[in-house]
Each structure stands twice: as structure tokens, then as C-alpha cells.
């Protein structure tokens, strides 16, 4: 076992879970920074080469945890856990894919928050996939979406 510990911290618009996008056809296209210590800056070295990043951080404002959720992408079905993007976890771990717009020194300048102000950063590493998108499945998600797409939208949002 290990104890995690932050290498820096989300600067986010973000200052309530109610702010953050979610359900169908939600987009993640907002700016913010990723603070890293001082310490951990020479890590850094050579980032700038990638356009996308993943981040690992903690839900550290999560209460608890459910091994079933209802996510608000598909409400009326319970999910495990592990098929969703819930805070409520076991561990409280988090992971979003950002794109890098430009770093600043310690400060890397991001598109793509989906975490609340001051969230810890618990590591960053660079976006790599060889899995072409014809074999990417999207489980559950995939058909809570194609039925939100059919339902009337109303109006007054999410």
C-alpha cells in the first residue's frame, strides 16, 4: 500500500460539483491550470511535446462510497461502480484526459477540467493510445446516450 500525496494542484472554474458538466452530450472545454510543487517541476521536463494529457487526482471532497451508482448520464439503471464516472468510489481516484495548451514554468495551462478548484493532482502522464476508435466500445454509456438523442430535449438545462 502506498500513500498518495500531491504533486500539485487543479485551478479550476469550477467551485461547486453543481458547475461541472454532466450527462448527454456534455462537453469538457474548460480552461484551467494545473499547479505543480516546486519539487516536482523538473518532471516536467519535456511535457510540452504532448498534446493531450491524463491526469490522475483525488475526489477529495467525496463522501464515502457505493459500489452501485446512478449516473446522471442514465438515472433510472444502476451501474457498478466501476462502469461509471462516480467521486463516490473506494478510492477516490480520478482520471480526465486534458489537452495541453502551453506551460508556464510549474504551471501547465489546460483545456478540459472536469475537477473542482484545488482538487490534488496525484500524477500526470501523456495521452497515448494505440486502440484505433472502431475498437473503442462505450458499454452503457453508449445507449443512455443514442435514447437521450431521441428524447425532446427540454428546455432550462441540466
Keep these: 500500500m502506498f500513500t498518495p500525496r500531491p504533486i500539485g494542484f487543479i485551478r479550476s472554474p469550477f467551485t461547486a460539483t453543481a458547475q461541472i458538466p454532466k450527462g448527454p452530450g456534455a462537453r469538457h472545454d474548460a480552461e484551467g491550470a494545473i499547479e ?3 519539487e516536482f517541476e523538473p ?3 519535456d511535457i510540452e ?3 493531450h494529457l491524463f491526469i490522475l487526482w483525488e475526489f477529495d471532497r467525496a463522501d464515502g462510497f457505493s459500489l452501485v451508482a446512478h ?3 442514465d438515472e433510472k439503471r444502476p451501474h457498478g461502480v466501476f462502469a461509471t464516472r462516480t467521486p463516490r468510489r473506494p478510492n477516490p481516484i ?6 495541453l495548451l502551453r506551460r508556464d514554468g510549474a504551471i501547465l495551462h489546460v483545456r478540459g477540467v472536469d475537477m473542482l478548484d484545488g482538487t490534488p ?11 484505433p476508435m472502431e475498437k473503442v466500445r462505450r458499454g452503457w454509456l453508449a445507449e443512455a446516450e443514442k435514447a437521450a438523442s431521441k428524447a425532446p ?3 432550462g438545462g441540466e
Aim: proline letters at 12%.
Design 71 to 73: 449516473p446522471p448520464t
Design 94 to 99: 480520478g482520471l480526465t484526459v486534458v489537452e
Design 49 to 51: 511535446g504532448f498534446s
Design 36 to 38: 505543480i510543487l516546486p
Design 153 to 155: 430535449r427540454e428546455r
Design 121 to 131: 493532482v496525484l500524477d500526470i502522464k501523456p495521452y497515448l493510445s494505440s486502440i
Design 43 to 45: 518532471g516536467l521536463l
